[in-house]
Each structure stands twice: as structure tokens, then as C-alpha cells.
């Protein structure tokens, strides 16, 4: 074991070359008590079992902040105070340098990857800090308080660039980071000037070849008000049964509608993107993603229609509109500005006093609600039209161009409800 000493790691890297039971540095902080952090390193491997980036252990807590790349390809769970939370879809690469970054805040209880740059959805873990004397160790994953490693948790590979921070950098220092352009370095781990113990002589430094702000968040019940949510979004962090948002219209009957939204999100299981109920159909107007991966249902007036070759996408913002009109009967899909088949619904008009509700599935009026169909990630930009947009018009909201806006919900004027613990933030935009 060698001394603690500072040193300048500029340009270079650490090496674990083998698995190993022992192997393994130790970072240096004096720090004992955390309400936020965020982590970033680079690292390159083959590895294609589970195994451990960063842990940060306290006497009472093992995994108090631990980053752990799983067996599964596209999986990284981090775990807050012990808990483990799985961000799926990560575009993880073998053989290829990467940049990881993870923050967490306890005010909110968010946590949230951003790999090369990208972004995952936010997801919630822990309202309370971080406290006690901190182990933090490179290349093994800490079971107990500066032990209990397991080789089969090693990392082999190389590490570099390790920064800590105890606040959650905003979005465009975290794409800073990754693009290796100005960022302000760690105030409790710097990778410029870092205290470190190099424990086993095979965990190496050798000279490296080159290779936005939160607003406040609303938990409870919060009255309906018209806002401008212009640029924001609404975040659904966790798997619930009673989290939701219930937007508000005076209007009791439609015979014809366009719904459209902005999503991200990494469920591979079915959930709800839009539930339009009445007193006598709980399924109006639905927009439901089905467990198959390809496949969008739209229920109208409770007659399910299936779309199916919908190119969805985990951990990517697309946009996802549905159309239909009572004239024809007609239903349809777009997905990022792509239609699909129109198919035959019902000619009968939506009529009755309407709750409409994001992040549950309404399977009673207003109410019914199931966490196994709930959305986890994030929705911005809703719109609702009484009557069908152009073809124009839909691709132009996919990308982002002018568009009419919504006459019955509009993003820019729009009044909601919140339940539960859903946030509102800015989109995340990085430069």
C-alpha cells in the first residue's frame, strides 16, 4: 500500500489489468455529509459481466453511491443509499473509450446517467443525504466499509478523468465533459489534483494516449392554474400507482380530436401515454404503448385499435401523435412524423364531462389506476385539437416547426393538475 499524496493525473490513466479479489485504488475526501452529487469518469473495457465503476461507502451504508455496469449490455444501475434503480437502453460500447456521468440530488430524490453525452430519463432514489465518513474506491465494488470485494465485481479495463462534485452539474458542463471542452472540475474528487492510495501494484497510472437549471419540483396536489410550459417538461421518476397529471377542459363533447406529445423513457413493459376518460367510457380517447416493442394501441370510445411496425425507441425523445374523427370513424398514428394505416374506430362522438390524465391509465373514471401501466420518464409539449391536423401540420410538430397550436390543450397556456411526485424542469438541452 502506498501513501496518500496528491498528484496532478492530467493525461493520464489508471490500469486494472486483471480480475481481481484485491486490486484496487482509494480515493481521498474529508468530506462526511452529501445532499448532492454528481460523478463523472471515462473508461474503456471488454468487460461483459457486471462490475463496479465507482463506490462511495459509509460505515452504515456499503453502496451509499455506487455505479455498477450490469450483465445485461445496455443496463447501468446506480445505487443511492443503498437502492438500486436500472437505467436500461444505454448505448454501452465494448473496446471503446466512454464517458459516464451520474448525478443525484436529495432535495428532489433524482438521479440521472448521461453516457457520451446523452442523457437517460430521471428517476427518483433518496431524499436523504449522504452521511459519515466516505470510502471511496476505483475497481472493486465495496460490500462492506472498505472491503468485501469479489472478483467477479472487478473492473478490468482502464479508468481516467474522475471527477466529483457535490452539487448536480447542469446539462451543458455535463456535455462539456463529455466533448473534453471547458468544465469546472471536481471540489471533492479533481482528476487535476487528487489525494489517492494505490493499493496492489497492478492498479497503474501510465501516461494516456489522447483518445440546464432545474426548476422547483411540486409533490402533492397542486390546483389547477394555466402556465406557459414552454420549453419544460413533466417528469414521472418512479413506478406508481397514484403519481399523475390531470389537465382541465370545459369541454363535454368532440367529435373529432388530435392528441400530440413528446416522450423519453426506458420501459420495455406496456404503459399509458394519454387517457381521455367519461362517465360511460374510460377509454375515450387512449393512446397506449403496448408490451410488444413495435406496437401503439388507440382506443376510441373504448374500441382498441392496434398499431403495430411503430419504430419506438427507449431512452430517445420522439414524438407520438394520434388523430380521429367521427365523420369517418377513421384512427390514425404518427410517430416522429411517420403515419401509419388509417383504421376504422367508431362514428360515435366522445359526449360527457372528460378527465384527462398523463402518467396512469384511467380504468375507472379519474381514478383505477395500476403502477404496472404508469409512465417513468418524461412527457413535454401536449397538445389537443378538436378536430384532425393536417398531414403538414403533423410533421411539422414532430420536427419541431410551426404548427397550429392545441385549442383544447396547449402547452404554452396550459392548465394541470399535479399528484404525487411529478416535477417540472426545464428541458434538457445540451450545448
Known amino acids: 500500500m502506498s501513501a496518500a499524496v496528491p498528484q496532478d493525473l492530467s493525461g493520464k490513466m489508471l490500469v486494472f489489468p486483471q480480475e481481481s479479489s484485491s486490486?484496487?485504488?482509494?480515493?481521498?475526501?474529508?468530506?462526511?455529509?452529501?445532499?448532492a452529487v454528481t460523478v463523472c469518469q471515462r473508461f474503456i473495457t471488454e468487460l461483459t459481466r457486471a462490475f463496479s465503476l465507482f463506490s462511495l461507502a459509509t460505515?452504515?451504508?456499503?453502496?451509499?453511491?455506487?455505479?455498477?455496469?450490469?450483465?445485461?449490455?445496455?443496463?447501468?444501475?446506480?445505487?443511492?443509499?443503498?437502492?438500486g434503480i436500472t437505467f436500461k437502453a444505454q448505448d454501452?460500447?465494448?473496446?471503446?473509450?466512454?464517458?459516464?456521468?451520474?448525478?443525484?440530488?436529495?432535495?428532489?430524490?433524482?438521479?440521472?446517467?448521461?453516457?457520451?453525452?446523452?442523457?437517460s430519463i430521471l428517476k427518483f432514489f433518496s431524499t436523504s443525504n449522504i452521511s459519515g465518513p466516505m470510502i471511496i474506491v476505483l475497481g472493486q465494488d465495496q460490500d462492506s466499509y472498505g472491503g468485501g470485494f469479489d472478483s467477479k465485481q472487478s473492473f478490468v479495463g482502464m479508468l481516467t478523468d474522475v471527477h466529483m462534485w457535490d452539487y448536480v452539474l447542469p446539462p451543458h458542463h455535463?456535455?462539456?465533459?463529455?466533448?473534453?471542452?471547458?468544465?469546472?472540475?471536481?471540489?471533492?474528487?479533481?482528476?487535476?489534483?487528487?489525494?489517492h492510495r494505490r493499493l496492489k501494484k497492478r492498479a497503474t497510472g501510465l501516461k494516456m494516449a489522447p483518445v440546464c437549471i432545474f426548476l422547483s419540483l411540486?409533490?402533492?396536489i397542486s390546483a389547477a392554474l394555466p402556465r406557459d410550459m414552454t420549453g419544460k417538461m413533466l417528469i414521472f421518476p418512479q413506478e406508481t400507482n397514484t403519481d399523475?397529471?390531470?389537465?382541465?377542459?370545459?369541454?363535454?363533447?368532440?367529435?373529432?380530436?388530435?392528441?400530440?406529445?413528446?416522450?423519453?423513457t426506458d420501459?420495455?413493459?406496456?404503459?399509458?401515454?394519454?387517457?381521455?376518460?367519461?362517465?360511460?367510457?374510460?377509454?375515450?380517447?387512449?393512446?397506449?404503448?403496448?408490451?410488444?416493442r413495435d406496437?401503439?394501441?388507440?382506443d376510441i370510445r373504448n374500441v382498441a385499435k392496434n398499431f403495430k411496425g411503430q419504430e419506438f425507441k427507449l431512452n430517445t425523445w420522439q414524438s407520438v401523435c394520434a388523430t380521429w374523427e367521427a365523420a369517418s370513424g377513421l384512427v390514425q398514428v404518427w410517430l416522429d412524423g411517420k403515419p401509419s394505416s388509417m383504421k376504422f374506430a367508431t362514428n360515435s362522438n366522445i359526449s360527457g364531462p372528460m378527465i384527462i390524465v398523463v402518467g396512469q391509465d384511467q380504468d375507472a373514471y379519474g381514478g383505477g389506476f395500476d403502477k404496472i401501466r404508469s409512465f417513468v420518464g418524461m412527457i413535454s409539449d401536449v397538445h389537443m385539437w378538436d378536430y384532425v391536423l393536417s398531414p403538414h401540420h403533423l410533421d411539422n410538430y414532430s420536427q419541431k416547426f410551426n404548427f397550429p397550436e392545441g385549442n383544447i390543450l396547449n402547452w404554452s397556456s396550459i392548465e394541470f393538475m399535479i399528484t404525487g411526485r411529478v416535477l417540472v424542469q426545464n428541458k434538457q438541452h445540451p450545448c
Request: with cysteine; aromatic share 12%; net charge positive.
Open 244 to 264: 399523475h397529471v390531470r389537465f382541465t377542459t370545459s369541454r363535454q363533447t368532440l367529435g373529432a380530436a388530435t392528441v400530440c406529445l413528446r416522450y423519453l
Open 92 to 119: 454501452y460500447h465494448l473496446n471503446r473509450w466512454q464517458s459516464l456521468c451520474v448525478t443525484w440530488d436529495a432535495a428532489s430524490g433524482l438521479a440521472q446517467l448521461w453516457l457520451d453525452g446523452k442523457p
Open 174 to 195: 455535463l456535455d462539456n465533459y463529455s466533448q473534453r471542452f471547458n468544465f469546472p472540475e471536481g471540489n471533492i474528487l479533481n482528476w487535476r489534483h487528487r489525494s
Open 23 to 35: 486490486a484496487h485504488v482509494r480515493l481521498t475526501t474529508s468530506r462526511q455529509s452529501l445532499g
Open 295 to 298: 406496437e401503439i394501441n388507440v
Open 59 to 83: 460505515p452504515s451504508v456499503a453502496n451509499d453511491f455506487l455505479i455498477l455496469k450490469n450483465a445485461a449490455s445496455g443496463d447501468i444501475s446506480p445505487y443511492i443509499r443503498d437502492l
Open 267 to 292: 420501459l420495455v413493459r406496456s404503459f399509458s401515454f394519454f387517457v381521455l376518460a367519461t362517465p360511460t367510457h374510460v377509454n375515450d380517447f387512449h393512446i397506449f404503448k403496448m408490451p410488444a
Open 218 to 220: 411540486t409533490i402533492g
